[in-house]
């Protein structure tokens, strides 16, 4: 059984992709930027916020945006990975293994599937014919 490695090229015809809500948990980059709105219409007129506080915010809002950007990029890049899966036999931590049918993504998580069931990519320990 050979390590995962690189990534060719994929075909979509056996890439499906599902909408599902996303978490609230996690602030994206608009309600961070409400957040900040918020905060400059309302402050305090005797102690507004200052020009370090004002340009450490906006740093830390463009931080937030790169972030989701790179984990975009990571995401579209294991759906990449995974395509060049489907028809190789792959084995998982638990010790199953068998033939990847297709690709899922939900919710930024992408999936392998074997027959029916869906595989998360990370449990992934080997793939035969690579």
């Known amino acids: 059984m050979a390590p995962l490695s690189g990534i060719q090229g994929v075909s979509s015809g056996n890439v499906t992709e599902t909408t599902a809500s996303k978490s609230r948990t996690t602030l ?28 450490l915010q906006l740093a830390q809002f463009s931080t937030v945006e790169g972030i989701q950007n790179l984990n975009k ?5 294991l759906l990449v990975q995974a395509g060049n899966l489907v028809g190789k036999t792959v084995t998982l931590k638990d010790g199953t293994s068998g033939v990847v049918s297709g690709v899922v993504l939900r919710d930024e998580t992408v999936y392998v599937l074997l027959g029916d069931s869906p595989y998360p990519m990370t449990d992934l320990v080997g793939v035969e014919g690579a």
């Not at 608009?30 to 402050?43: C, G, S, T």
């Not at 990029?73 to 890049?77: I, P, R, T």
């Open 73 to 77: 990029s990571m995401v579209a890049l």
């Open 28 to 55: 994206d980059k608009y309600a961070f930027l409400k957040l900040l709105v918020y905060q400059l219409r309302y402050q305090n007129p005797l102690e507004p916020l200052g020009d370090q506080e004002l340009a």
